[in-house]
């Protein structure tokens, strides 16, 4: 019996030095990647929207830790708070819009140098309308075994706006941020259904509601379903889980996602202050290594974690949403009308397809929509594009950080991009209106719309003059 506890002992004592050595051998790789850190301490921001999951997982599955970092997430009242927080140098960085760090390096609003290195999700969006409207728009849309065909087209609203013009009522909808990407999009699906979304006119009027027969303005994400149901909006475009929240308590119904409208749209980023960026190079690489793990965590073998995920999401310090809506669109179904839930398997992207990867290509349909609404209310040629892209986004961080994951074995090669990537995704026609994009032709694009600014044209006085 003796000799048999002997052994075992002996066994154990092996088995805990295996641990200790494992531990400590983990423990210095953290401690070297601290050493070089030019910052340890940090702290990020975010919105409470579905999208930032990828901060969350790097929080709670220790990857912030593994870098060395020690990292406070905290959520911000409103993109405008988020983004002067940013560039104040308050927050290290945060979760934002695609589009926020655009406005920033061409003035609109306050001028700032704001880079990003990863995308930290594509799609992830809906367009809501009120239940009254939605009653409205459904005897113009195309029905198949009982329910409507999708996608839904913004030209089915049009008898639904003239009525609201006949009564003298303004028909206002909501999005985010006037540099926002939820206002691109919600602006695009009403052009290409031949409703005018508004000019933009700045530095005189920034309203975004000349010649307007849709009359957006901005409200923060969470309150957008009750301000619908007050009566204030008929409509919004937002992430998630604000759409399906709606759904949930009966106040509207999302009629189009942003996957329906425009394909694996990059839709979030991470951005940082080019300052923070340079002065903490090492620091800025670590906090992309945990990003990539997170995104690559929660895309995992068809969405196996994100159960899982959602779970942190619910919590309140993050979303604070119920599981059940969260788990909506998370888990790769998206609700429409009370019960008409489809797969929507991409809703939420997070690494598959590149998605985390900084597309310059993304970046100049950020612009060319800011262009064609008067956002940038003078003709720019096609180089001025690509150079406020490469001022802006960082694939070269990027892939700095994703080489070093291969590099630990955290990841392989072919997660990523090919070295010869040149950042500009193929030319493709992924959109409700069918019009092709090619991200090194710019202008080409532009002038292929029937609605907006094109050439040499501009507002002036409240007007488009050529």
């Not at 009308?337 to 939420?348: A, C, T, V, W």
Request: proline share 6%; hydrophobic share 40%; glycine share 8%.
């Amino acid at each position: 019996m003796n000799h048999i506890r002997t052994v075992a002992n002996k066994k154990l004592l092996a088995a805990l030095s295996s641990v200790a050595v494992v531990t400590t051998l983990a423990f210095a790789a953290s401690a070297g990647a601290a050493e070089n850190l030019e910052k340890d301490s940090l702290k990020l921001g975010f919105i409470k929207l579905t999208d930032m999951a990828s901060l969350a997982v790097a929080f709670e599955k220790g990857y912030f830790d593994d870098e060395g970092l020690s990292v406070q997430l905290e959520a911000q009242a409103n993109w405008k708070v988020l983004f002067d927080r940013v560039v104040s140098g308050e927050l290290d960085g945060a979760h934002m819009l695609a589009t926020l760090p655009f406005g920033a390096a061409i003035g609109y609003g306050n001028k700032a140098d704001v880079v990003s290195a990863f995308t930290l999700t594509l799609n992830g969006d809906a367009i809501t309308v009120s239940n009254d409207v939605w009653k409205q728009m459904k005897p113009q849309i195309p029905m198949k075994d009982g329910k409507p065909v999708h996608p839904i087209k913004a030209d089915t609203l049009k008898p639904v706006l003239e009525k609201y013009k006949a009564a003298g009522k303004p028909f206002n909808m909501a999005m985010t941020f006037p540099v926002g990407t939820h206002n691109m999009k919600l602006r695009y699906w009403l052009a290409a259904g031949g409703i005018k979304p508004g000019f933009y006119a700045p530095p005189e009027d920034t309203s975004g509601q000349i010649d307007a027969e849709a009359m957006l303005s901005v409200t923060p994400p969470p309150q957008m379903p009750a301000t619908m149901d007050s009566g204030t909006i008929v409509g919004y475009c937002v992430g998630e889980p604000w759409n399906q929240q709606a759904v949930f308590k009966g106040l509207g119904v999302p009629v189009i996602s942003d996957y329906e409208l425009m394909k694996n749209s990059a839709e979030k980023i991470f951005g940082v202050t080019k300052e923070f960026a340079d002065k903490n190079p090492n620091t800025h690489v670590a906090i992309i290594k945990a990003l990539i793990r997170a995104s690559m965590w929660l895309d995992a073998e068809n969405n196996k974690n994100r159960n899982e995920g959602v779970e942190m999401l619910s919590q309140k310090q993050y979303v604070g949403a119920d599981y059940d809506v969260l788990a909506n669109s998370m888990n790769g179904t998206f609700e429409y009308e009370k019960g008409d839930k489809r797969s929507l398997p991409d809703f939420n992207v997070f690494f598959r397809h590149n998605g985390s990867y900084p597309y310059y290509s993304d970046a100049v349909w950020n612009l060319t929509q800011m262009r064609r609404w008067g956002q940038i209310n003078e003709y720019k040629p096609d180089d001025w594009y690509m150079e406020i892209a490469r001022k802006v986004y960082r694939p070269d961080i990027y892939m700095k950080a994703a080489k070093a994951l291969i590099a630990e074995g955290k990841a392989k090669a072919g997660d990523f991009p090919a070295d010869n990537e040149t950042g500009f995704k193929p030319p493709h026609a992924d959109f409700i209106d069918g019009i092709a994009y090619d991200g090194t032709k710019p202008n080409d694009y532009l002038n292929k719309f029937t609605i907006g600014l094109k050439g040499k044209q501009k507002v002036v006085g409240g007007k488009v003059v050529e």
